[in-house]
């Protein structure tokens, strides 16, 4: 059973920053691309960044590039997403994602 947990969320001001983990189980976690994806309150699921299984090649979407930066550990079946220079609209619950599965989820919330 494929299981993913994610932490590292909270409350930050503007400007702020945060360090996401996802924690990943139940499947090959080095032989998967892996994925950040996010939903604001009233809005649907938007992608945030990816990584190869090697972690050689790395994808944002333009709301976050040069602000957030994806990692991964496969020794420690680990993915990391590490949030710079947030946004009120970067609140958000985040997601790490491998395929058709998601984690429950952690809250980034930005505000003063």
């Known amino acids: 059973e494929v299981q993913l947990v994610e932490s590292g969320g909270g409350l930050v001001q503007p400007g702020g920053s945060l360090r996401l983990s996802c924690v990943a189980s139940?499947?090959?976690?080095?032989?998967?691309?892996m994925n950040w994806v996010r939903q604001a309150p009233g809005k649907g699921l938007e992608w945030v960044s990816n990584?190869?299984?090697?972690?050689?090649?790395?994808n944002y979407a333009n709301s976050v590039k040069g602000r957030f930066t994806i990692s991964r550990d496969n020794a420690k079946n680990t993915l990391f997403l590490q949030m710079t220079s947030l946004k009120p609209e970067d609140t958000a619950v985040y997601y790490c994602?491998?395929?058709?599965?998601r984690g429950q989820g952690t809250q980034v919330t930005v505000s003063s």
């Open positions: 994602a491998q395929g058709g599965n």
């Open positions: 990584i190869s299984s090697g972690g050689n090649i790395r």
């Open positions: 139940g499947f090959t976690f080095s032989g998967y691309t």
